[in-house]
């Protein structure tokens, strides 16, 4: 069955980076548009990054151009988001999906942004 795992996140200070990571399985991941999503304290989720299949394709919310990288090791069956320069704002649950069928989630990792 699809499986998504996500890891990395914690807590951090404003202006530190973590990297996120997504390990897929249950499916042919180098075929697969994957994309990472946030949700804030009493927000609605929200897409953060998009990567094609093969990887040449990205695209950023504006919230997080220039200080975010969606990235992807087809060999690894592994999408990553190397997160900069992070902000307050950016404390949220992390989703990665695999965008097929219905789409499928993972269970999310937690980012905190504090001092």
């Known amino acids: 069955q699809v499986q998504l795992v996500e890891s990395g996140g914690g807590l951090v200070q404003p202006g530190g980076s973590l990297r996120l990571s997504c390990a897929a399985s249950?499916?042919?991941?180098?075929?697969?548009?994957m994309r990472w999503y946030r949700q804030g304290p009493g927000k609605e989720r929200e897409l953060v990054a998009h990567i094609s299949s093969t990887g040449r394709f990205t695209n950023y919310a504006d919230s997080v151009k220039g200080r975010f990288t969606i990235s992807r090791d087809n060999a690894k069956n592994t999408v990553y988001l190397q997160m900069n320069n992070l902000k307050s704002d950016d404390t949220a649950v992390y989703y990665c999906k695999a965008v097929f069928r219905t789409g499928y989630w993972g269970q999310g990792t937690q980012v905190t942004v504090s001092s």
């Open positions: 249950g499916f042919t991941f180098s075929n697969i548009i």
